[in-house]
């Protein structure tokens, strides 16, 4: 096991992406708490009817499945090169099973791996909202806890392009050895990449998908 535990999942607002944060990943959890005030000498009220399930998906971040998704690296990691003090800037895909994602089945993770060989979790990211493998950008995570902005696009993107700090730049890219058509893309930034586009090998660009950029 790379990292020992799933530590915060946290759902992100309409049209963004749920954004799996920390050392690993959890779920967040759901809380309502009920209280009544009776006076002297008054009926107690009855219980509130609990909202359908639904209906609290909908106002609150989904609870965690019974069954915490695999913590392992699914796929070979990708290295960068890029060197910090804590170890080398790393990314690879995690599984994700998450009941209220039926469309999510994995994320990608951002972390450092250290001179010994192991990886410790900063950020882990994946898509909110219909298929994690519909063609477009998911996913954009904005720099976080030394890790620069990134994300995925599912896609032939040979050349990925944005606007960070208001230059135009192009962002380093791999592909996941899952599924190559799942491009991983990461900035030398940590400012929120703006404009971004996607260009197929010929230079014909490609469907833009859902380019918000998220933040735990």
Known sequence: MIFDHWEALQMKSPGKRTLLVGGGLTAAGLAVALSSTLTAGATPAPAPVPAPAAQVVAAAAPARSAEEPDNTPWGDIIGTGVQSGAGELVFYGV?????QLPET?????AGHRSANGKVNAAITTNEFQGSDKSPGFHAVSGGLNGVPSFGYYAGPAAKITAKVNGKAVTAHQAAWSVDPNIVVFWFDSDADPLHLAAFDASGKKLPKGNTDVGHG
């Open 95 to 99: 599984k994700v099973d998450v009941e």
């Open 105 to 109: 089945t994995f994320g990608i993770t």
